[in-house]
């Protein structure tokens, strides 16, 4: 007689609990994507005319006009690595190690890295601070000039976009910018006599000692916290024994701001490359500076999409219809990105391949003089 089958433990497992949002997310989800294809669609279809206009003076720019702008954009970066030079020489660089090519190579590949990479400020802050060392400059002085490289090239744009909007009218009193920059100067010039004072040098002489004394005590109760204090005070120390002269200021600053203008100059171009002739200088000049203080928050590689509205609104506010706009908006950044940012991933490749040979050709001498002390033996 066959025994019936026992019967089935039952599954101690629970069921999968659904989540109560989930499917309102999927619904949310698929509704959003497809308001956005709505969207976009809609604007092809309402914006087909300005489209169109940028498609036809993209593909028949003026090329006269076109090359020049990729000449004076290359100049533009030549003319940061200037700054940059004169900083590091200043700061106490050899001038051999900091050789004019090596700085211009430098300049090049960092801002590719900085405007192509996501994180690129990060990338290009390394690689500025690795090939700075490399040239002789000290840690803290390599510091000092990345520090100051981007101070004098933010106060630079500011400068040129407060012209810009004060010359074409923009609300403000010009006479309190005057004060402003008359008493930044005036403050500077006067800390500058009071701190070559034989008080004013004493007293500082006296802080230090306190300080000195203060971080021997605090290594003695705490040696982790006094070491960590001592290095903080004497990486500080060093950033604040870098000395440059007004000379070094004048050409560093000089080149900060003609960076910004032959970059200026290169948008200027491009515009007439697709038949902008008749825009002011000065409202095109603010809406350079616009665009690039969008690109300081860079919040997607090159600020794509936020540099772009920016730059084609404010050409659209200078008068330039909106294909127009998008086809000089578009020629900019080939120009800007394509040509100068290749140029830096090149420079950065050429190097790449020096080091590697460097490299190889300084283990094959290392392994000949082993070899020849071996043969000796």
Same mark, same amino acid.
């Given at each position: 007689?066959?025994?019936?089958?026992?019967?089935?433990?039952?599954?101690?497992?629970?069921?999968?609990?659904?989540?109560?949002?989930?499917?309102?997310?999927?619904?949310?989800?698929?509704?959003?994507?497809?308001?956005?294809?709505?969207?976009?669609?809609?604007?092809?279809?309402?914006?087909?005319?300005?489209?169109?206009?940028?498609?036809?003076?993209?593909?028949?720019?003026?090329?006269?006009?076109?090359?020049?702008?990729?000449?004076?954009?290359?100049?533009?970066?030549?003319?940061?690595?200037?700054?940059?030079?004169?900083?590091?020489?200043?700061?106490?660089?050899?001038?051999?190690?900091?050789?004019?090519?090596?700085?211009?190579?430098?300049?090049?590949?960092?801002?590719?890295?900085?405007?192509?990479?996501?994180?690129?400020?990060?990338?290009?802050?390394?690689?500025?601070?690795?090939?700075?060392?490399?040239?002789?400059?000290?840690?803290?002085?390599?510091?000092?000039?990345?520090?100051?490289?981007?101070?004098?090239?933010?106060?630079?744009?500011?400068?040129?976009?407060?012209?810009?909007?004060?010359?074409?009218?923009?609300?403000?009193?010009?006479?309190?910018?005057?004060?402003?920059?008359?008493?930044?100067?005036?403050?500077?010039?006067?800390?500058?006599?009071?701190?070559?004072?034989?008080?004013?040098?004493?007293? @500082?002489?006296?802080? #230090? $000692?306190? +300080? %000195?004394? =203060?971080?021997?005590?605090? /290594? &003695?109760?705490?040696?982790? *916290? !006094?070491?960590?204090?001592?290095?903080?005070?004497?990486?500080?120390?060093?950033?604040?024994?870098?000395?440059?002269?007004?000379?070094?200021?004048?050409?560093?600053?000089?080149?900060?701001?003609?960076?910004?203008?032959?970059?200026?100059?290169?948008?200027?171009?491009?515009?007439?490359?697709?038949?902008?002739?008749?825009?002011?200088?000065?409202?095109?000049?603010?809406?350079?500076?616009?665009?690039?203080?969008?690109?300081?928050?860079?919040?997607?590689?090159?600020?794509?999409?936020?540099?772009?509205?920016?730059?084609?609104?404010?050409?659209?506010?200078?008068?330039?219809?909106?294909?127009?706009?998008?086809?000089?908006?578009?020629?900019?950044?080939?120009?800007?990105?394509?040509?100068?940012?290749?140029?830096?991933?090149?420079?950065?490749?050429?190097? @790449?391949?020096?080091? #590697? $040979?460097? +490299? %190889?050709? =300084?283990?094959?001498?290392? /392994? &000949?003089?082993?070899?020849? *002390? !071996?043969?000796?033996?």
């Amino acid at each position: 007689m066959s025994t019936p089958p026992a019967p089935s433990a039952p599954s101690s497992a629970p069921p999968a609990a659904v989540r109560p949002g989930a499917a309102w997310w999927r619904v949310a989800r698929w509704f959003l994507g497809v308001l956005l294809v709505g969207v976009v669609v809609v604007e092809l279809v309402e914006g087909r005319q300005d489209l169109a206009r940028a498609v036809r003076a993209v593909s028949d720019p003026h090329w006269g006009s076109l090359m020049l702008a990729v000449v004076v954009d290359l100049a533009s970066m030549v003319a940061y690595a200037v700054m940059q030079r004169r900083l590091l020489l200043g700061a106490g660089a050899p001038a051999r190690g900091a050789g004019r090519r090596a700085v211009t190579s430098l300049a090049f590949t960092a801002h590719s890295l900085s405007v192509t990479l996501p994180g690129g400020p990060v990338f290009s802050t390394a690689l500025n601070f690795r090939r700075m060392t490399a040239m002789g400059a000290s840690g803290p002085a390599a510091s000092w000039v990345i520090a100051v490289s981007g101070f004098l090239s933010a106060a630079a744009l500011a400068a040129l976009g407060a012209v810009a909007g004060l010359a074409t009218g923009a609300r403000g009193d010009g006479s309190h910018l005057l004060v402003a920059v008359g008493v930044v100067v005036v403050v500077l010039v006067a800390a500058r006599v009071v701190r070559r004072q034989p008080a004013v040098v004493a007293r @500082r002489r006296a802080l #230090r $000692r306190r +300080a %000195a004394a =203060g971080l021997a005590e605090l /290594r &003695e109760r705490r040696p982790r *916290v !006094g070491a960590a204090a001592g290095a903080a005070h004497s990486l500080a120390a060093r950033l604040a024994s870098v000395r440059v002269g007004p000379a070094t200021w004048a050409w560093a600053g000089g080149g900060a701001l003609l960076n910004w203008l032959l970059d200026a100059l290169a948008l200027a171009l491009v515009c007439r490359a697709v038949g902008l002739d008749d825009l002011s200088v000065l409202h095109l000049l603010l809406a350079y500076t616009a665009a690039m203080a969008a690109a300081s928050f860079p919040v997607v590689p090159a600020g794509l999409g936020v540099v772009d509205a920016a730059l084609v609104v404010g050409l659209v506010a200078a008068g330039a219809t909106t294909g127009e706009a998008l086809a000089a908006d578009v020629l900019y950044r080939v120009v800007s990105l394509g040509v100068v940012g290749g140029a830096g991933w090149v420079l950065w490749g050429v190097h @790449r391949v020096h080091e #590697r $040979r460097g +490299a %190889a050709s =300084g283990a094959g001498a290392t /392994r &000949e003089a082993l070899g020849g *002390v !071996g043969g000796e033996d």
